[in-house]
Nanobody, 124 residues
Framework: QVQLVQSGGGLVQPGGPLRLSCAAS????????MGWFRQAPGKRREFVAA????????YYADSVQGRFTISRDNAKNTVYLQMNSLKTEDTAVYYC?????????????????WGQGTQVTISS
């Protein structure tokens, strides 16, 4: 069983940065793609970003392209989401997830392990 433990959420002013982290318990972390999703109040969970097992390929939702960066450190079993130029519409609970596959994936069904979620609130 893989456990994903998230950290780094909080309250940030519009335009500010925030970095989320997600640490995995299993050594198999380095074999699988990882992703970040988010769910705003009253909305369905949506894809944010994904990264290939070796970090050589990434993919982003249009809404965050150019502002968010996903990265991973396989030596630390950790994936990160650096969020810059944050907007009020980025407010949501953010989830990291481990894919069933080694490549990038955008569909929730491609992921079988999920973090506990962390609140990100963008407000002045």
């Amino acid at each position: 069983q893989v456990q994903l433990v998230q950290s780094g959420g909080g309250l940030v002013q519009p335009g500010g940065p925030l970095r989320l982290s997600c640490a995995a318990s299993a050594r198999s972390f380095s074999s699988y793609g990882m992703g970040w999703f988010r769910q705003a109040p009253g909305k369905r969970r949506e894809f944010v970003a994904a990264i290939r097992w070796d970090g050589s390929s990434t993919y982003y939702a249009d809404s965050v392209q150019g502002r968010f960066t996903i990265s991973r450190d396989n030596a630390k079993n950790t994936v990160y989401l650096q969020m810059n130029s944050l907007k009020t519409e980025d407010t949501a609970v953010y989830y990291c997830a481990q894919s069933k596959f080694s490549t990038v994936a955008t569909m929730e069904q491609s992921y079988n392990y999920w973090g506990q979620g962390t609140q990100v609130t963008i407000s002045s």
